[in-house]
């Protein structure tokens, strides 16, 4: 059974569709209701809204990453500048190459080793790229979730910005409520899918440079990474190391 909750957008958002949002709160418990959910989230994602949706770590807020508008409005939701830009999601590891250039081979072992999965790299974007993510300075930050529900909305949409479902400086939502009442007067859909099954946010890598740098440990740990690196000679530093400090 949906869940409904009308609320009036403040009068400085154009007066189109987004004028008088009602949020929807999406059950997926039978084959049925995650259908109805996803076909839901995907056609607000079309129409330029925003959407909570699960992820294999925490939930996400989404928009359609080539819809500038969207972007900003998502950015404006969590209260984050430009200088934040949210990192893409997608739903098959073959289109990183339509994302990045120059990624590093020992970036690609990663990809085949963690993807699906809690990983996101940072590449260097396409430059012809017509998206408007924030201040990138050039990067892309891109992930392949490891959640069937997540994947069912990015095969129908394509590539998500989606950044943690929460207030900036407050927890990251691990239940579609908590996201609501942080969210909720600025998003369309939001698809119940239980409580996160993974809890921590996604570990960040910096594949501009070689070594690679952490950005943020999350899920994947220092130790999984280099045992599948350390074979190439690509180990990453820890962070704050010397040798991490050189790199820099």
């Avoid at 893409?88 to 250039?101: E, H, I, K, N, P």
Wanted: proline content about 8%; overall charge negative.
């Amino acid at each position: 059974m949906t869940t409904t909750t009308s609320r009036a957008v403040p009068g400085s958002r154009p007066l189109d569709w987004h004028h008088d949002l009602v949020a929807t709160t999406y059950p997926t418990s039978t084959d049925e209701e995650r259908e109805a959910a996803v076909e839901a989230a995907s056609l607000a994602i079309q129409r330029g809204g925003l959407v909570v949706l699960p992820t294999d770590t925490v939930y996400g807020l989404a928009a359609d990453a080539f819809d500038k508008d969207a972007v900003q409005e998502l950015l404006d939701a969590k209260g984050r500048g430009r200088d934040m830009p949210p990192p893409v999601l997608v739903s098959a590891a073959t289109t990183l190459d339509a994302l990045a250039v120059r990624v590093p081979p020992w970036a690609r072992t990663l990809v085949e080793e963690f993807w699906p999965g809690a990983l996101t790299l940072v590449c260097h974007a396409h430059a012809s790229l017509q998206w408007d993510l924030g201040d990138t300075r050039g990067t892309v930050a891109v992930r392949m979730p490891d959640h069937p529900v997540a994947l069912e909305i990015l095969e129908r949409t394509g590539p998500l910005a989606v950044s943690s479902a929460n207030l900036t400086g407050r927890p990251a939502a691990t239940e579609v409520s908590q996201a609501e009442e942080m969210l909720g007067e600025d998003v369309e859909v939001l698809v119940d899918a239980g409580t996160s099954p993974g809890g921590a946010a996604s570990t960040i890598i910096d594949a501009t440079c070689t070594p690679g740098r952490v950005l943020r440990l999350g899920a994947i740990d220092l130790e999984r990474l280099n045992a599948v690196l350390e074979p190439l000679d690509a180990a990453l530093p820890a962070p704050g190391s010397p040798t991490e400090e050189s790199a820099g």
